[in-house]
């Protein structure tokens, strides 16, 4: 009798796994900003004075730029114009990581750590892997700029699947680092936890 449930329950189990595989994003969170060609003054010219999705989504993309270009200012001051808390989870997810990272560029870490405390990102993990990756590598970073090199560990950690290549190798150099500046004390009581 064993040997004949075997079979059933490996194919039921390939099943599920199949099933979670190709599960399709969910919707309900909303679009991500995508990358664009236009400057930052197109990109608000096109969002115009609207408050709609579409319109909040070229803020989005454009405080994005902004942020790339090291402009902490012109970035936190498109971002105000945008009604955070009316966004899907998905934009606020994106905006909640870019002004951690803005925090991280004005040098506040604490202030950093704390945008991932925002209830959306519970569902990070429904989010497109370059997303998950962005978020997780910019929390660890406030972390261990906030002086919590364990916790930076952790997340790095949990990131690990979800990167390949240079950044798979870079993030291994970064947890060996956070690891081995940790106190012995501190140390122990983590492998003991």
């Not at 979800?162 to 012995?184: F, K, M, V």
Request: proline content about 6%; overall charge neutral; glycine content about 4%.
């Amino acid at each position: 009798m064993k040997f004949r449930l075997r079979p059933l329950l490996c194919a039921t189990a390939f099943a599920l796994l199949a099933a979670c595989s190709s599960s399709p994003v969910n919707n309900s969170l909303g679009d991500l900003p995508q990358p664009s060609q236009a400057s930052i003054e197109q990109l608000l010219n096109q969002a115009g004075s609207s408050q709609s999705e579409q319109a909040n989504l070229l803020r989005l993309t454009a405080a994005d730029k902004a942020y790339a270009q090291q402009n902490s200012r012109e970035a936190r001051q498109i971002l105000g114009s945008i009604n955070l808390e009316g966004l899907k989870p998905a934009q606020q997810m994106f905006a909640q990581t870019l002004l951690a990272q803005l925090d991280l560029l004005d040098k506040q870490p604490a202030q950093a750590v704390k945008r991932f405390d925002h209830p959306s990102f519970a569902q990070l993990g429904e989010l497109p892997a370059q997303q998950q990756i962005r978020s997780g590598l910019t929390k660890a970073d406030a972390q261990a700029a906030n002086g919590q090199p364990l916790a930076a560990a952790q997340e790095r950690i949990f990131l690990g699947p979800l990167l390949d290549g240079d950044a798979a190798h870079d993030n291994r150099e970064q947890i060996w680092q956070l690891i081995t500046s940790l106190p012995d004390a501190q140390l122990r009581q983590s492998v003991k936890d």
